[in-house]
């Protein structure tokens, strides 16, 4: 019975992590880099970089073998999107 409750936990902080970690990885590391780039880049260049680093990230998402690397490319995904 107890295996089965352990089971469940993981399952549900799996599912957590999956779904809600980009976005609150994005709001806490990205706002606060959104305006360091604006300055040291400009705006448009900060638009090009980052679109640059969303292909990488996309293609990373391809690429991924376990669900780690599909997490962190999923994060950094959603950075590049809220720095737009």
């Known amino acids: 019975m107890q295996g089965n409750i352990y ?5 549900t902080a ?3 992590s999956s779904w809600n970690r ?3 990885a994005s709001c806490l ?3 606060w880099l959104t305006d360091p780039l604006n300055h040291f880049f400009g ?3 900060t638009l090009f970089w980052c679109g640059i680093f969303c ?3 996309v293609i990373g998402q ?8 599909l997490l962190v490319s999923i994060d950094s995904f959603h ?5 737009k």
């Open 7 to 11: 089971a469940q936990l993981r399952t």
């Open 14 to 16: 799996v599912s957590f």
């Open 22 to 24: 980009p976005y609150i």
């Open 29 to 31: 590391i990205g706002c």
């Open 43 to 45: 705006r448009r260049g």
């Open 55 to 57: 292909i990488f990230s």
């Open 62 to 69: 391809g690429l991924a073998q376990t669900w780690p690397q």
């Open 79 to 83: 950075q590049c999107i809220n720095r």
